[in-house]
Structures are given as C-alpha cells and as structure tokens.
C-alpha cells in the first residue's frame, strides 16, 4: 500500500501564491510517478500538473501554465506546486497522485494512490 500526504492549502486572495507538498510512502526503495490534480464544486477532477519521467521535464494544463511550477524535492517521492497569481477560478481541493506506471499522465484514472486532498480558495 502507498500512502500519500499533501499538504500547504489554504484561503489568499486573487493575486496571491501558495505552496503545496506531497510526499508519498510505500515500498522501501520505490519510486513513482506523481502528478498534482484539483477538483471543483461541481467538477469532475482535473490533471494540473507532473514531471515526466525519466526526463524530469513538467507537463501542465493549459490553464496553469506560467502561474505554476511543479518541481522535485531532494527526498524520494515528493513533490512540490508552487501557485503564484492565483485566481478564483483555481479554487478547488488539490490532489496528489502516486503511481508506479500510469499509462496516461493526465488520466486520473491511471493513479492508484491518492491522498486526501487540500483545500485551495481564492477570493476576488
């Protein structure tokens, strides 16, 4: 079993940046593809960001680029979204995702771990 952690949400105003981390835990010596997804009211979940491996470049959705950065973290497993100017349309619950092969990076149906989520608002 993977157990997977994020953590960093909470209430800005439009304009404002936020840091978001996820690690997650599993087999010793493992490592996974991991992915940052959101989920509004309403919604359904929607792919936001990951780094493809082995490569390590990023992949972002249309809507975040250039106001998002995914990056590493030196400890195996995790992974960071720093969101700068953000807007009230980025108001969701952020998931992280862990998978050892999803077959479509952007499907959230290809991850079987996730973690619990956390809560993103942004006023206007």
């Known amino acids: 079993q993977v157990h997977v952690v994020e953590s960093g949400g909470g209430l800005v105003q439009a304009g404002d940046s936020l840091r978001l981390s996820c690690a997650a835990s599993?087999?010793?010596?493992?490592?996974?593809?991991m992915a940052w997804f959101r989920q509004a009211p309403g919604k359904e979940r929607e792919f936001v960001a990951t780094i493809i491996r082995p490569s390590g470049s990023p992949r972002y959705a249309p809507s975040v680029k250039d106001r998002f950065t995914i990056s590493r973290g030196n400890v195996r497993n995790t992974i960071y979204l720093q969101m700068n100017d953000l807007k009230p349309e980025d108001t969701a619950v952020y998931y992280c995702?862990?998978?050892?092969?999803?077959?479509?990076?952007?499907?959230?149906?290809?991850?079987?771990?996730w973690g619990q989520g956390t809560q993103v608002t942004v006023s206007s």
């Open positions: 599993g087999r010793a010596g493992s490592s996974y593809f």
């Open positions: 995702a862990a998978d050892e092969r999803p077959y479509e990076y952007y499907n959230r149906n290809s991850y079987d771990f």
